[in-house]
């Protein structure tokens, strides 16, 4: 049954504030205790659902200071859409009532270097990294079209359609945005520093997306 969740706004402050405590390197590890663990069990309650790449430093409870129950986290390579990736949004947005949806990419992405390289070059790939390339192409595509070719340009636009693709292709999304009942961000992930970087949104006011201008976000 879905859970009464913070507003896209409140939910989207708590990630900046445990990615804040990340960065600063004072992590409270909320909700990673044996109370959590019990009672969690019966239900998971998240505030939020994130669809991040699969890279093996994005961890997200981690880089957002966040516990068990906390995250309906969603992984692939690049962050690609499929139905199931789709399917499992929704589940988190419309059946356990997460109000925030958030992509996450990150700098030194291999999959979309790897779509890099095939426009480029025009290097197969085999097996199903071939469709993870395919999925990312358009992005790199797009791009370039816009004139942009710097490696943090091009994963903000990958990020940027991802979302797009997303609320184009999801009416359970759609409507709870239109209803101003939940909203979708897009983040940029900076391996070094350990920062999140606002790239898009859907659905979420201005005034929530004013701390995301602070250099330490």
Known sequence: MPHTAPT???????????????????????????????????????????????????????????????????????????????????????VLGCRLVVVLGHDSCGAVAAAKTAVDEGL???????????????????????????????????VRLTVDRMVERSRVLADLIDEGRAAVVGLSYQLAEGTARIVTSRGLPEDALAPAASPAV
């Open 124 to 158: 197969p790939t085999s097996g199903y990294v071939r469709d993870v390339v395919e999925r990312v192409t358009p992005s790199i595509l797009s791009a370039r079209a816009a004139g942009l070719d710097a490696d943090r340009d091009i994963i903000d636009e990958h």
């Open 8 to 94: 896209p706004a409140k939910a989207f402050a708590k990630l900046l504030e445990g990615n804040r405590r990340f960065v600063a390197g004072g992590p409270e590890h909320p909700n990673q205790d044996a109370a959590r663990r019990a009672e969690q069990a019966p239900a998971q309650t998240p505030f939020a659902v994130l669809l991040g790449c699969s890279d093996s430093r994005l961890a997200a409870e981690i880089i957002f200071d966040q516990g068990l129950g906390d995250l309906f986290v969603v992984r692939t390579a690049g962050h690609v859409l499929g139905p199931e990736v789709l399917g499992s949004v929704e589940y988190g947005a419309g």
